[in-house]
């Protein structure tokens, strides 16, 4: 058996992979001949902190919607193999690795490139010279330029998307005046300016607009100066540690009069979805405290497609506890459109067919994924703005990644 330096073999058996036919023969016909699909993941799993725990649900997801593609048939009759390439979390060590993948092993169906937007970019140019199709739960805008990646797809909300769920919020409790305080990183000023614009479209105002780092221990001087400018309500942005010390600060100065919205990052976090000790919720730093989700995560919604999200859960659950929200899981989407993608082009080869088979998507197309409806078209490969794929809700104990309220 080809021996693959980096690589976790989840999927596929050993007898079948012992025997695997030449990587050459991949291009013996449109349909892939006898081989099977073939995905490999690129993901964080040993880097430090929370963003750990992202990257292993990331690789959940994956591995459960392998096993339902399998227990359907596999795709197009193949089955599904999936290499998991473990590359801590680091840009250069993913295309480092992504590379030698490439170069050393059979062509994959489907890359699934990192579960951030820093791994996915520097790997878009380098997937898109080698023409392989991939979905992905990256969200950078850069990543929807279908000119420049034809063969690049995203699946979660676009910024755009909780930005206007943002302000449909506040028009919906009566607020006409929201502050504002986001991290200084790429991602976070992304979240930012797509509040901005949806706050100013929605005829709101922005009273006040902050930022923090993520040495910050203590942000009180600038949410003082958030009150300064009376809110009727607070917008936080944030993600693993920072969410507790905006919170914790919030709680110092006696501010927790007004509701605070934490974005959909901010509730991945243990803080806002798990009680004391492990987390905030039911506390006093918690008060008047909602959260950002999608609406999938909401206990008693029925999914994209009839019985998908109970099919997604049950699968999640076979690979250990769902310790997250769902919005974590958008992999498992992403692997579920790339089968439905290759099915309705007829072919696990050609990526150009797949994506222009994607390219007809619309929230009427039925499949396997869970998480949201989708629509994309030749001039962008991200999902199309739909508040009704998210929600918010106030900060609740979490329960097999969802959630038993919701406003």
């Not at 600038?222 to 009150?227: A, D, I, S």
């Not at 999938?296 to 009839?306: L, T």
Request: charged residues 20%; proline residues 6%; hydrophobic residues 45%.
């Amino acid at each position: 058996m080809r021996k693959r330096l980096g690589v976790v073999l989840v999927a596929a058996a050993l007898a079948a992979t012992a025997c695997s036919p030449d990587p050459d023969a991949d291009s013996a016909d449109a349909s892939g001949g006898d081989q099977p699909y073939r995905i490999v993941q690129l993901v964080g799993l040993s880097q430090p902190g929370p963003s750990a725990l992202n990257a292993q649900a990331a690789s959940e997801g994956v591995k459960a919607a392998v096993a339902v593609l399998n227990s359907k048939g596999g795709i197009l009759g193949r089955k599904v193999e999936l290499e998991i390439i473990d590359e801590g979390g680091n840009p250069t060590t993913a295309v480092t690795k992504l590379q030698e993948r490439l170069a050393k092993g059979p062509k994959p169906n489907l890359v699934l490139p990192g579960n951030t937007s820093a791994e996915a970019l520097p790997m878009a140019p380098i997937l898109t010279e080698a023409e392989i199709f991939s979905v992905q739960q990256a969200s950078a805008s850069a990543l929807d330029d279908p000119a420049k990646f034809p063969y690049l797809f995203k699946t979660p909300p676009v910024p755009e998307t909780w930005a206007k769920s943002l302000a449909d919020y506040a028009k919906s409790k009566g607020a006409t005046k929201i502050a504002m305080i986001a991290g200084k990183d790429a991602f976070a000023q992304a979240t930012a300016e797509a509040t901005r614009k949806a706050i100013a479209d929605a005829g709101l105002t922005l009273s006040g607009d902050e930022t923090y780092t993520a040495e910050d221990l203590d942000v009180t001087a600038q949410l003082e100066r958030l009150r300064a400018t009376k809110p009727d309500l607070l917008f936080m942005q944030g993600a693993g540690a920072s969410v507790g010390y905006v919170l914790q600060s919030r709680l110092k100065i006696g501010w927790t009069d007004i509701p605070l919205v934490a974005d959909s990052t901010s509730a991945t976090t243990s803080l806002l979805n798990h009680g004391a000790p492990d987390g905030l919720v039911g506390t006093p730093a918690a008060q008047n405290v909602s959260v950002q989700i999608v609406s999938a995560a909401v206990k008693g919604h029925q999914g994209a497609n009839p019985g998908s999200l109970d099919t997604m859960i049950t699968a999640l659950k076979k690979e250990g506890e769902i310790k997250l929200p769902l919005n974590v899981y958008y992999a498992y989407d992403a692997v579920m459109l790339a089968a439905k993608a290759a099915e309705k082009a007829g072919t696990i080869t050609d990526a150009k067919a797949e994506a222009k088979a994607l390219e007809t998507f619309t929230p009427q197309e039925t499949g396997l994924w869970a998480l949201g409806k989708y629509t994309f078209t030749a001039t962008s490969h991200g999902p199309a703005v739909d508040v009704s794929s998210v929600a918010i809700i106030p900060a609740a104990v979490l329960t097999e990644g969802q959630y038993a309220t919701a406003s």
